[in-house]
């Protein structure tokens, strides 16, 4: 599954800046898409895929995540656009690489989502608990990395259990697209000199 190609790199890249753009949705509007949210929340526990296309069950669900991407690869110099979402995805891809040097912690996101694969066979990928399961996880494990993600948005939203548990479930699942993202060959430095060419890919998959 390591095909290192802009077009697979593209793919994970836009699973962490869909699942960033989610969590400021959310924090901001106390809603995301459901259909986005599903994607990215079930990516979390494709732990063995084919390909990366599989890790997102195909593209259809990404949408969010490529619209955001091109409006960020095309934005002009100085040009204001997606500010936190921009700050969630590289700190999650930051986090992503401090997470890969703890390996108590990788065994320990391994063995809970297992728990959580049995908790979506009986209540389904949405269900409250799931959520709140997942947030446990993040808050138990990449929480404690620094630096920590400082999310923003309207109170009355973010003081909100449900919606703090899908913060924290859609955070977990931008570091699993940070994690295939890097698994491609994803470094940090592309989205600065290859902002051409992953916009040639993004043009070749019709987005």
Same mark, same amino acid.
């Given at each position: ?20 753009? !989610? ?20 990516? $979390?526990?494709? +732990? ?10 195909? !593209?259809?669900?990404?949408? $969010? ?75 138990? +494990? ?6 920590? $993600? ?48 992953? !916009? ?8």
């Amino acid at each position: 599954m390591a095909s290192h190609n802009y077009h697979n790199q593209l793919i994970a890249l836009a699973g962490v800046f869909q699942a960033s753009h !989610l969590v400021e949705q959310i924090a901001k509007q106390g809603q995301a898409p459901a259909d986005a949210l599903e994607t990215s929340i079930s990516s $979390i526990l494709s +732990t063995n895929p084919e390909n990366v296309e599989a890790v997102y069950d195909g !593209l259809s669900g990404l949408t $969010i995540g490529f619209n955001i991407l091109r409006q960020i690869l095309e934005r002009k110099n100085n040009q204001p656009v997606h500010t936190d979402t921009i700050r969630y995805a590289l700190t999650l891809i930051h986090l992503e690489r401090k997470l890969s040097k703890v390996p108590h912690m990788l065994k320990t996101i391994s063995e809970r989502l297992e728990q959580v694969q049995d908790q979506v066979a009986h209540f389904g990928i949405n269900h409250t608990n799931v959520m709140a399961n997942l947030a446990s996880l993040y808050l138990d +494990t990449i929480s404690t990395l620094r630096p920590r $993600i400082q999310v923003t948005g309207d109170p009355q939203y973010l003081q909100q259990q449900a919606n703090a548990d899908k913060i924290r479930a859609t955070l977990l699942a931008g570091v699993r697209s940070a994690m295939l993202w890097y698994q491609v060959g994803g470094r940090r430095w592309h989205l600065l000199f290859y902002r051409k060419k992953l !916009l040639s890919a993004l043009n070749h998959l019709g987005y």
